[in-house]
């Protein structure tokens, strides 16, 4: 299985604009030169496992969650992705947010069977 290296510098790029971290400072932080961050964000290098496990550190996440959409079984990564987006939700948003999920769930499983 080849290495999506689009999607894996789309997501560095996300999570770098989350954190407010310039391209120059993820390369200070991974120890690489800002010309690369640039490249490996428009999916135009090939990354190194050490350049990935360099970026992800400085992101503060895992390698599975750069490499996620290469993976086969990337299921509980986006678990781990979902739980830790409500982590800091009050009790209001989380019952806003679990009924939000429960419906779209249900619509998006209404339009796979209306659409087989």
């Known amino acids: 299985m080849e290495l999506d290296y689009n999607a ?3 997501r560095i790029r996300r999570l770098r604009k989350e954190l407010g971290l310039t391209q120059q400072a993820l390369a ?3 120890n690489q030169e800002p010309s690369n961050i640039s490249h490996i964000e428009r999916g135009a290098t ?3 496992l050490p350049t990935i496990v360099n970026i992800a550190n ?3 996440v895992t390698v599975d969650d750069l490499l996620c959409d290469s993976l086969q ?3 509980s990564t986006y678990s781990n992705t979902a739980s830790n987006l409500l982590n800091d939700c009050s009790h ?3 019952i806003f947010m679990t009924e939000t999920m429960r419906a779209i769930k249900d619509n998006l499983r209404k339009n ?3 659409n087989t």
Do not use: H, M, Q
């Open 58 to 60: 400085a992101l503060g």
């Open 92 to 94: 209001e948003e989380l």
């Open 112 to 114: 796979i069977t209306s």
């Open 46 to 48: 090939k990354l190194s």
């Open 73 to 75: 079984n990337a299921t």
């Open 28 to 30: 200070e932080l991974s």
């Open 8 to 10: 894996i510098g789309v």
